[in-house]
């Protein structure tokens, strides 16, 4: 498959590269960082102990030394104490600016190590090398990079765009199932939000993808990486609005993640705020109402929540109040005029957004 170009506004571009296995990445770093002669890999401890650290480091044989670092897997490891880690690990290693920093892991471990990235030396070459199928279809790709602070997510970050993004589908092969669904949300939101012939397409394909099978997963991510290509290029850097489209299900589900995220993967809360999303356009007359529960009943069959059994609502709403899309007291938010088709809407009443929360937390009767 040919790689995918992502052309940025300040005249660098990088490319995506699908492949099955590690082999094309040596060749791929000698083009970005000709005059490197360190390597540093980013990663966790359930990616080192499924072997790809190992796979990779094979592949980049022995032409340049290559340090390693892995940290806890988690939401909590994407904190400024670990950004500060890494900082205190590249100078240990006498890492320069012409060097490459890896960030082989999920989401996490690629927002951490982009962050560091974007602010060690004023910006170090940085690849991605993402491991979950959340990060090969969005995280990876656009150049955001940030960690949380004081419990509010991505909170504190740069736009940084990567030298080069590196997906090696075999990876997915040792992802967990619950991981590799919640990956699947973002799928999902890219269809809904864009696309809906790939809307329809992911649901006729709802076997294969079940089943993980590579060249339906090839084509699916091709898809999505190019939905999200085409908005990032547009607006890389968030001047224009347009990339906040990119947000939709992420307003409510961030505020799920910030008070919930020990119970749910980021992606099972952009699962929940997309229903929540759905359910305001449908209120707000924008979607019909069938609309709103096919998008809703869609999630379950690729094992994904739709409601959620809290006594925490009004901590939820509190949390949300703090997205970055608001303006004040303004709450702003990705909502649907029809499947495939998203715009941003301002100021959305808080007693709806409040509702939607409710709408969410539905409990079985008897």
């Known amino acids: ?22 082999e094309d990445i040596t060749a791929l770093l000698e083009n970005i960082a000709p005059k490197a002669s360190k390597i540093v890999i980013v990663t966790d401890e359930n990616v080192k102990n499924a072997s790809h650290l190992k796979d990779l480091k094979k592949a980049l044989g022995r032409k340049l030394p290559v340090f390693e670092i892995a940290f806890e897997p988690g939401e909590h490891t994407k904190c400024l104490e670990n950004v500060e880690k890494l900082y205190d690990f590249y100078m240990s290693n006498k890492i320069s600016r012409k060097d490459i920093i890896i960030a082989l892991g999920g989401g996490v471990i690629g927002d951490l190590t982009g962050f ?57 092969k040792t992802l967990p199932d619950r991981q590799f669904f919640a990956g699947f949300a973002e799928v999902m939101k890219a269809a809904l939000l864009a696309d809906q012939k790939f809307y329809f397409k992911l649901i006729e394909d709802m076997y294969e993808i079940c089943e993980k099978e590579n060249g339906v997963l090839s084509e699916m991510l091709f898809n999505a990486i ?81 409601s959620i059994d809290t006594d925490r609502e009004s901590e939820i709403f509190e949390a949300v ?39 969410l937390n539905f409990k079985e009767e008897g």
């Open 1 to 22: 498959m040919e790689p995918i170009l992502v052309k940025d506004t300040n005249k660098k571009s990088y490319e995506i590269h699908l492949k099955n296995g590690f």
């Open 116 to 172: 560091s990235a974007a602010t060690y030396l004023r910006g170090v070459n940085f690849v991605q090398c993402p491991t979950t199928l959340l990060s090969m279809a969005d995280s990876s790709i656009g150049g955001k990079t940030a960690v949380d602070y004081k419990g509010i997510k991505n909170n504190v970050g740069a736009f940084y765009m990567p030298s080069l993004v590196y997906i090696n589908l075999d990876v997915l």
């Open 321 to 359: 109040t703090y997205d970055k899309k608001n303006n004040g007291d303004s709450i702003n938010m990705v909502l649907l005029k029809r499947i495939g088709s998203a715009f941003v809407e301002e100021n959305v009443p808080h007693d709806l957004i409040k509702e939607a929360i409710s709408e």
């Open 226 to 306: 190019n939905i999200k290509k085409a908005i990032v290029e547009k607006d890389p850097y968030e001047t224009t609005g347009l990339r906040m489209l990119l947000n939709l299900g992420h307003t409510i589900g961030h505020g799920i993640e910030s008070v919930m995220g020990d119970e749910y993967f980021h992606g099972e809360c952009v699962s929940l705020g997309t229903v929540a999303a759905a359910y305001i356009s449908y209120k707000k007359d924008l979607i019909s109402k069938d609309d709103y529960l096919e998008i809703r009943d869609m999630f379950v069959p690729f094992y994904l929540p739709i």
